[in-house]
């Protein structure tokens, strides 16, 4: 699955901790989820969805 | 330096810890002088710490971010897979007599194979906290 977490993330200035605090999950799980190594739970998915004010589908996209 | 999870953490795995490191030597020293009840006092003591601190590590487990649960899961099935694997065969090659393995080494290669699928999980993920 692609995903445009760390291009929206660099648009606020956040660092990957910034963010995963704003999450409450780990740095390493917000790199793992943008370099693409692990998809995350429809919950966070929609946290992630709902910190940045988009659709979860603008954020997410299948990939091969 | 460390954050709420953990610090509870420490604070909930630490009875059990001390316990442990208390009454697996007691056990192990007194256990030629003890008739079979002291013994089995003893062998309930041990487990009570395992169970104890097993507990524990679920406790903890559960409440880490999903990443890490996806990695405990992957590592855990791995070694399963693997420490099951091996020692069928160790059995096997014993019943056989092609080997002479102690029942010991049983838990030797559980925790050999935990600690490698539990590294391979963390570089597949790049996962390095501790806890």
Redesign the interface.
């Known amino acids: 699955m692609n995903n445009r977490v760390r291009e929206l993330r660099g648009e606020r200035e956040w660092s990957q901790a910034d963010l995963a605090e704003r999450l409450e999950v780990s740095r390493q799980t917000v790199n793992a989820i943008e370099t693409g190594k692990y998809d995350p739970s429809l919950p966070l998915a929609f946290k992630i969805a709902k910190l940045f004010g988009l659709a979860i589908e603008s954020i997410f996209e299948p990939g091969e | 330096m460390w954050n709420k999870p953990v610090r509870r953490y420490m604070r909930d795995a630490l009875p059990p810890a001390v316990l442990a490191l208390v009454a697996v030597p007691l056990a192990m020293h007194f256990e030629k002088s003890l008739g079979p009840l002291g013994k089995s006092v003893c062998l309930a003591l041990v487990m009570l710490c395992y169970g104890w601190c097993g507990w524990v590590e679920f406790r903890h487990l559960r409440q880490c971010?999903?990443?890490?649960r996806?990695l405990a899961l992957e590592a855990m099935m791995l070694a399963f897979i693997s420490a099951a694997g091996i020692i069928l065969t160790l059995f096997f090659a014993n019943a056989m007599k092609l080997l002479d393995v102690p029942f010991s080494a049983a838990l030797l290669v559980m925790l050999g194979c935990y600690v490698v699928c539990e590294i391979w999980a963390r570089l597949?993920?790049?996962?390095?906290?501790l806890l």
């Open positions: 971010d999903e990443l890490r996806r597949r993920y790049r996962y390095w906290a």
